[in-house]
């Protein structure tokens, strides 16, 4: 049996969510004995034990920095050669434990999103003398140099990283992260299943949405890209908002599209359904619009996504879904990851608007372009989706690899 420790970030985030399911996936295609902990919240999945994470709020708790010192007193003693068991009542048992320790935040690392807690929590396996991955995420780029040089301190410690994009792999070569193996691959959640359309169907039902009224535009809006929006306005929140409503007008009326308005984060700080419903409450249309309501998991998600004819995006996962289901995209980004994955890999970079350039006539004109090209676009992805599948798949062999040579 190989006792794998997840390090994660959460069930609100269908993104994170995304990720988690279709590592379980892979990683038991390659290591059918696998027997997984998670650490973090509630995951969605059954039978698999969670463990609370260990450096939450390090800022504000002692306890994260306690459990680092007794991390470093353990690595202090092993190389003078005293070996000394961690208790199981330790909340450390769990790392201790394992055979390998695995981070799949996705960008938690990046410099977008600055995560102490997930390098504290990395730490503490580093010191422990466990084997690391940090699988399929996107690394670098960070905007304090301080943060830069403590992220690429224990970057550099790790024994293996799987990166989803190739500019995350040249902030890598750049900063000479030369220690552990690095592989270009693709983000996981590529090839995590969806539900039956059946099931979508069912759903649908109940939200009152009718798919036989066509096309359908799949909207994702983000209460977080007004975050990362560099604005003179005194709302860039509100001035998001209202750029979205008026385009979603424009395609009820000048397509007779009908608009569903899909959810992928549900946590209370950046809950894309708040943003969304402040969308609604402004635009015109209202009978041509309809509101994801409810939560659902990923693999939901995804399946609503895949029964569109057009999405826009501003959730990372949220247009991974729709490319992954062979749906023309257009993807509002905040980081160099959309760039990377949706641009780059999937060569869609006509249809990605920086969320600094983000307007009206821009947004508009984009997702029009994207219509009159949807059938080489769909052509398009139906060509190399299948192509980054098989990269996402390396990412549970580089694993089993790892596993074997120890």
Same mark, same amino acid.
């Given at each position: 049996m190989t006792k794998i420790l997840v390090l994660h970030a959460g069930v609100s985030n269908k993104g994170s969510q995304a990720l988690v399911f279709s590592l379980i996936d892979t990683l038991r295609k390659y290591i059918p004995d696998s027997q997984f902990t998670f650490m973090g919240t509630e995951i969605g999945q059954e039978n698999?034990?969670?463990?609370?994470?260990?450096?939450? @709020?390090?800022? @504000?708790?002692?306890? =994260?920095?306690?459990?680092?010192?007794?991390?470093?007193?353990?690595?202090?003693?092993?190389?003078?050669?005293?070996?000394?068991?961690?208790?199981? @009542?330790?909340?450390?048992?769990?790392?201790?434990?394992?055979?390998?320790?695995?981070?799949?935040?996705?960008?938690?690392?990046s410099g977008e999103k600055f995560g102490l807690t997930s390098l504290l929590n990395i730490s503490y396996a580093i010191l422990l003398d466990k084997p690391v991955v940090l699988y399929a995420e996107s690394l670098g780029y960070y905007k304090n140099s301080f943060f830069g040089f403590i992220a690429n301190q224990v970057l550099n410690r790790t024994t293996l990283i799987t990166v989803r994009e190739d500019l995350s792999k040249k902030y890598l070569e750049q900063n000479k992260i030369t220690k552990p193996k690095v592989y270009l691959t693709a983000d996981s959640a590529f090839n995590l299943e969806p539900v039956s359309q059946s099931t979508v169907l069912e759903i649908l039902l109940n939200e009152g949405i009718d798919v036989n009224k066509k096309p359908i535009i799949g909207i994702n809006s983000s209460g977080l890209i007004s975050l990362y929006r560099e604005s003179d306005s005194e709302n860039p929140s509100q001035e998001v908002v209202s750029i979205f409503a008026r385009v979603i007008d424009s395609l009820a009326e000048e397509l007779d599209a009908n608009i569903i308005m899909i959810p992928h984060v549900y946590s209370e700080k950046v809950s894309d359904k708040k943003s969304i419903l402040d969308i609604y409450n402004i635009v015109e249309n209202k009978s041509n619009v309809k509101v994801i309501l409810n939560e659902y998991?990923?693999?939901?998600?995804?399946?609503?996504?895949?029964?569109?004819?057009?999405?826009?995006?501003?959730? $990372?996962?949220?247009?991974?879904?729709?490319?992954? $289901?062979?749906? =023309?995209?257009?993807? &509002?980004?905040?980081?160099? @990851? $959309?760039?990377?994955? &949706?641009?780059?890999?999937?060569?869609?970079?006509?249809?990605?608007?920086?969320?600094?350039?983000?307007?009206?006539d821009l947004l508009k004109s984009k997702i029009y372009n994207c219509w009159s090209n949807r059938e080489n676009i769909q052509k398009d992805l139906k060509y190399i989706i299948p192509q980054i599948k098989e990269k996402s798949s390396l990412n549970g062999k580089y694993v089993k690899d790892l596993l074997d040579s120890l």
């Amino acid at each position: 049996m190989t006792k794998i420790l997840v390090l994660h970030a959460g069930v609100s985030n269908k993104g994170s969510q995304a990720l988690v399911f279709s590592l379980i996936d892979t990683l038991r295609k390659y290591i059918p004995d696998s027997q997984f902990t998670f650490m973090g919240t509630e995951i969605g999945q059954e039978n698999i034990p969670i463990k609370k994470q260990l450096a939450i @709020k390090p800022l @504000k708790n002692i306890c =994260p920095w306690i459990y680092l010192f007794e991390c470093c007193i353990f690595r202090m003693l092993n190389n003078i050669g005293i070996s000394i068991p961690i208790s199981k @009542k330790s909340n450390l048992f769990c790392y201790y434990d394992s055979d390998i320790v695995i981070n799949t935040g996705g960008d938690h690392l990046s410099g977008e999103k600055f995560g102490l807690t997930s390098l504290l929590n990395i730490s503490y396996a580093i010191l422990l003398d466990k084997p690391v991955v940090l699988y399929a995420e996107s690394l670098g780029y960070y905007k304090n140099s301080f943060f830069g040089f403590i992220a690429n301190q224990v970057l550099n410690r790790t024994t293996l990283i799987t990166v989803r994009e190739d500019l995350s792999k040249k902030y890598l070569e750049q900063n000479k992260i030369t220690k552990p193996k690095v592989y270009l691959t693709a983000d996981s959640a590529f090839n995590l299943e969806p539900v039956s359309q059946s099931t979508v169907l069912e759903i649908l039902l109940n939200e009152g949405i009718d798919v036989n009224k066509k096309p359908i535009i799949g909207i994702n809006s983000s209460g977080l890209i007004s975050l990362y929006r560099e604005s003179d306005s005194e709302n860039p929140s509100q001035e998001v908002v209202s750029i979205f409503a008026r385009v979603i007008d424009s395609l009820a009326e000048e397509l007779d599209a009908n608009i569903i308005m899909i959810p992928h984060v549900y946590s209370e700080k950046v809950s894309d359904k708040k943003s969304i419903l402040d969308i609604y409450n402004i635009v015109e249309n209202k009978s041509n619009v309809k509101v994801i309501l409810n939560e659902y998991n990923a693999k939901e998600l995804k399946g609503i996504i895949g029964m569109c004819d057009l999405f826009v995006g501003a959730r $990372m996962h949220a247009t991974i879904a729709s490319t992954s $289901m062979y749906v =023309p995209t257009v993807g &509002i980004a905040y980081s160099h @990851k $959309m760039y990377g994955i &949706i641009g780059q890999m999937l060569k869609q970079e006509n249809y990605i608007i920086d969320v600094n350039d983000l307007n009206y006539d821009l947004l508009k004109s984009k997702i029009y372009n994207c219509w009159s090209n949807r059938e080489n676009i769909q052509k398009d992805l139906k060509y190399i989706i299948p192509q980054i599948k098989e990269k996402s798949s390396l990412n549970g062999k580089y694993v089993k690899d790892l596993l074997d040579s120890l």
